[in-house]
């Protein structure tokens, strides 16, 4: 036993001087470090997908529009906007801005990223942009690009026409599918977000440095338009296992764990929760079971799966990190009491999918395990590094799937809209219902607020009963902060926002 002992005591130490001698020196005080676990997928604001990827291109680019401290919706490239009396055109005039190359950026670089976004060919998720007029049937080849309601007028004046009015356009245009890209950078050469030697952004951060599942490294951008309101100098984003961040976080070696760039271990959560830097914050998202509904085409066993396992006992004593129980999709106050049923699937077999890490690993362990008890069902768990479990999902190369989702802003829209067409890269369950479709474009032309969602509320129960995806609980975001860290923003669309952020 004592053998054993030593033998984990040096492998932990020798892990944490790993990790410690990837950590850029802190002589600067400006220097905020943290943990993203993994790779991101990519740093091209037309391509991310999972919240790190999203977290990190909001750091190094701004769109017109960006979330401000009060969480309201603030110019931001955007000088100002004009919006047409029938709710339909939109004419932004843009700040005198630069690229982080020091390269005026104009509304045709605007123009270029969100067209280049909706060509047929360009691998990305494109469905949010389907909002603009003639965007869809673009990317369907049945329209030419150039027919899209995206035009630059002249450097600093941007039209946007939309197919119908949208009352969440301007909460849309702080994502980053709606980010532009150096339009110049992006002809010369494609691959210039994987080249800390080609990276161009022009958000309050640029990129310094990126090794490969290792530590990206961002400095100050000294051309952003804002530059005299951020303080830190620099970031590092290490890629460690949640063991050794919480051990290099009590070492001083990071400033934040856990939320929303990782997770804090269940196993510490309870000790944790006594410490002066422990924080709890709300999150507008939701933890369910994506179904393959062409593998799993059966709508019966799929709704009998719903009623399968014990959601209270899942946040309350497996999580335990103040999650609620639900079986909705769009966020609810309240924890919701679901009824389990008994069946018996004995001859039946599944496989449930899942991102490796602690937390999904003791989340599907223990659906494991009621899935045998209340049906009788016999599911294996396969874990897998996230990359591949994204090919996975977009190929339908699965059956059930752990995922979560966490809007980007708050409206039910930005929930509901990604399950909308079967083939838009965030439904990954292959099932589509036109009268779903319908409800959510009818709520695109109801003004009033409360017809809106009672619109949207019907869409959520036709997604609800025909089970593409089975809604386990509310998330919360749990994390560590110094107490030196001062005016960090952590939104409940699970945005970490470092710009006005600094150490005393």
Same mark, same amino acid.
């Given at each position: 036993m004592l053998k054993k002992f030593f033998i984990t005591l040096f492998i932990t130490t020798l892990i944490l001087i790993t990790a410690c001698s990837k950590n850029i020196d802190k002589k600067n005080k400006q220097h905020l470090t943290l943990n993203i676990v993994s790779e991101p997928q990519s740093l091209d604001p037309r391509k991310v997908r999972d919240l790190n =990827?999203?977290?990190? #291109?909001?750091?190094?680019?701004?769109?017109?529009?960006?979330v401000s401290k009060t969480k309201d919706v603030e110019c931001a490239i955007a000088k100002s906007y004009k919006i047409s009396e029938d709710k339909r055109t939109y004419t932004f005039t843009l700040k005198d801005a630069y690229w982080s190359n020091g390269k005026k950026l104009t509304a045709y670089d605007f123009e270029y990223t969100l067209k280049s976004n909706l060509m047929p060919e360009f691998a990305s998720n494109a469905s949010s942009l389907f909002i603009f007029k003639g965007a869809k049937k =673009?990317?369907?080849?049945?329209?030419?690009?150039? $027919?899209?309601?995206?035009?630059?007028?002249?450097?600093?004046?941007?039209?946007?026409?939309?197919?119908?009015?949208? %009352?969440?356009?301007?909460?849309?245009?702080?994502? %980053?599918?709606?980010? =532009?890209?150096? *339009? $110049?950078?992006? /002809? *010369?050469?494609?691959? !210039?977000?994987q080249d800390k030697n080609n990276f161009v952004s022009n958000g309050a951060f640029t990129l310094d440095e990126w090794k490969q599942n290792d530590v990206i490294t961002c400095k100050k951008n000294e051309y952003y338009w804002d530059k005299d309101k951020v303080k830190l100098q620099k970031l590092s984003f290490l890629m460690l296992t949640n063991d050794v961040e919480l051990n290099m976080f009590e070492l001083n070696q990071l400033d934040i764990a856990g939320s929303p760039y990782s997770s804090i271990t269940v196993d510490s959560l309870n000790e944790l929760k006594k410490d002066k830097n422990y924080h709890v914050s709300p999150y507008f998202g939701t933890s369910f079971l994506r179904v393959n509904s062409k593998k799993i085409s059966d709508l019966n066993f799929r709704k009998d799966l719903i009623n399968a396992f014990d959601r209270k006992k899942i946040t309350e004593h497996v999580l335990q990190g103040g999650q609620l129980a639900t079986s909705k999709l769009i966020p609810v106050k309240k924890e919701m009491d679901v009824p389990i049923f008994k069946k018996d699937y004995r001859a039946k077999k599944i496989t449930l999918t899942y991102v490796s890490n602690d937390r999904s690993h003791i989340l599907a362990q223990a659906l494991q395990r009621d899935f045998k008890e209340n049906l009788n069902l016999n599911v294996s768990l396969k874990a897998m590094e996230r990359k591949t479990y994204y090919e996975k999902l977009k190929s339908l190369d699965y059956e059930l799937a752990l995922y979560s989702w966490i809007a980007d802003f708050s409206d039910p829209i930005d929930f509901l809209n990604v399950f909308k067409y079967k083939d #838009?890269?965030?439904?990954?369950?292959? !099932?589509?219902?036109? #009268?779903?479709?319908?409800?959510?474009? $009818?709520?695109?032309?109801?003004? $009033?607020?409360?017809?809106? *969602?009672?619109?949207? *509320? /019907?869409?959520?129960?036709?997604?609800?009963s025909e089970a593409p995806i089975i809604p386990i609980y509310h998330l919360t975001q749990n994390f560590l902060k110094k107490e030196t860290l001062k005016d960090i923003n952590l939104y409940p669309s699970g945005f970490l926002d470092l710009k006005y952020a600094y150490f005393e």
């Open positions: =990827a999203v977290n990190l #291109s909001k750091l190094l680019f701004d769109g017109l529009m960006r =673009a990317k369907n080849r049945e329209i030419l690009i150039d $027919d899209i309601g995206i035009k630059a007028i002249d450097e600093k004046t941007l039209v946007f026409e939309l197919k119908k009015p949208c %009352p969440y356009f301007l909460n849309l245009l702080t994502c %980053p599918s709606f980010f =532009a890209v150096n *339009k $110049d950078m992006d /002809q *010369k050469n494609p691959k !210039w977000a #838009s890269s965030t439904n990954n369950t292959g !099932w589509e219902n036109e #009268s779903f479709i319908k409800l959510l474009e $009818d709520s695109e032309n109801v003004l $009033d607020d409360k017809e809106r *969602k009672k619109l949207l *509320k /019907q869409a959520e129960e036709i997604l609800l």
